[in-house]
């Protein structure tokens, strides 16, 4: 893991979230439904994950659609007009299509047509790297605002008849809006990145791209869906978030009795309740909402942080903790002052 920002880089502005926003497609798919069409049950995936429903995106309605909405939403609330962005940013493994960027279909569908828009890939963790890309190109003066999204259709990359995977994920979208921070309005203090590449193999959307091509002989082989080696995953996430979380905190300068808040990656109750025992941090402190949408990947914290700003669960001044984990590996954190 390295500090992001390096001894010798020039200073760079702060920069805060002036906005936020999310989108959850309107289908409701519940665990009863699971039951329906693998060997599951309702016990199983609650007692296992903590998830009781997901969303699922309509068809017709792509990453693209759910990124826009959230966005709408982000830029609504921080006061921004979709022609004034600079800087498009989308967090997915989902994308609309392998290329263009996904990005690119959201600035055609917000109008934001001087902004420059691309993709970021680093799974659960995306939208915590999109963070702190925001906050290095908008601290240094290269773009004067940025509206960053995580945004997934899980949907279509999961396996609906493989019961170890498509119980757990869901669709939607999360965005926020960076500015430059003015004097005492909120900043954000710290984020840092980690990836370990030698573990990519754990979790993958294994065909698709150029290392195997979707062909007329593995099209029926259910290869351009998720697979997990669950246990191993769920180790790996465990340590790294606690150490994400710890190297976060230091960097802001900051102890745990200083976060108001915890937004965690959405992707096994368990996985967090791990952590919580690590940590010096109370389980009612934790924002938690993966009972109603699953794993979203990267649009999870997004998601998260949206329904806690919202619901009044962050206030100006108050210091929140993010984490995230995902497949990479990559792990991320950010220490913000709202
Ligand atoms: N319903 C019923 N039984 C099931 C189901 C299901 N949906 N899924 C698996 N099982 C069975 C297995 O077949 C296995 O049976 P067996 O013992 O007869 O072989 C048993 O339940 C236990 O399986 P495990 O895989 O050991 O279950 P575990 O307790 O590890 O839970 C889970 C599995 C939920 C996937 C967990 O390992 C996990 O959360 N891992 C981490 C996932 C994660 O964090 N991903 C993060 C990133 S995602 C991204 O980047 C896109």
């Known amino acids: 893991m390295t500090d992001s920002v390096a001894p010798s880089a020039p200073a760079l502005v702060p920069v805060k979230i002036a906005g936020t926003g999310s989108y959850l497609p309107e289908r409701i798919m519940t665990n009863h439904d ?49 022609d004034d962005v600079e800087l498009i940013i989308v967090a997915t493994i989902t994308p609309d299509t392998l290329t263009p960027a996904t990005a690119c279909y959201v600035q055609q569908q917000l109008g934001s047509l001087k902004a420059v828009a691309f993709d970021i890939s680093a799974a659960c963790s995306g939208f915590l790297y999109a963070l702190d890309y925001a906050k290095h190109t908008v601290g240094a003066g290269a773009f004067k605002n ?17 019961r170890n995977t498509c119980v757990l994920f869901g669709d939607g979208a999360g965005a926020a809006v960076i500015l430059p921070s003015v004097s005492g309005d909120g900043k954000i203090l710290s984020s840092q990145l980690g990836t370990d590449g030698a573990q990519a193999e754990l979790l993958n959307i294994p065909c698709g791209g150029s290392a195997c091509p979707i062909t007329l002989e593995n099209a029926n082989e ?109 792990w991320a954190s950010a220490v913000i002052e709202w």
């Open 146 to 162: 940025a509206l960053i999204i995580g945004a997934e259709k899980l949907s279509a990359f999961v396996d609906w008849n493989d």
């Open 222 to 330: 259910k290869t351009a869906v998720l697979a997990m080696q669950g246990r191993e995953v769920f180790k790996h996430a465990v340590n790294a978030m606690k150490r994400a979380s710890i190297e976060a905190i230091k960097a802001a300068g900051l102890t745990f009795q200083d976060i108001k808040l915890l937004i965690p990656h959405q992707a096994n109750l368990r996985i967090i309740d791990a952590i919580v025992e690590r940590l010096e941090i109370r389980r009612e402190d934790v924002f938690i909402n993966l009972d109603k949408y699953g794993n979203t990947s990267a649009a999870a914290v997004a998601i998260a942080l949206d329904e806690a700003h919202r619901s009044g669960r962050i206030n100006r001044g108050d210091k929140i903790l993010l984490v995230a984990f995902g497949a990479g590996l990559t």
């Open 34 to 82: 699971l039951e329906a069409m693998v060997d599951t049950s309702d016990e199983w995936i609650t007692t296992r994950t903590g998830i009781k429903e997901r969303r699922i995106a309509a068809e017709g309605e792509y990453t693209s659609h759910l990124a826009t909405k959230a966005a709408e939403a982000a830029l609504e609330q921080a006061g921004l007009n979709s």
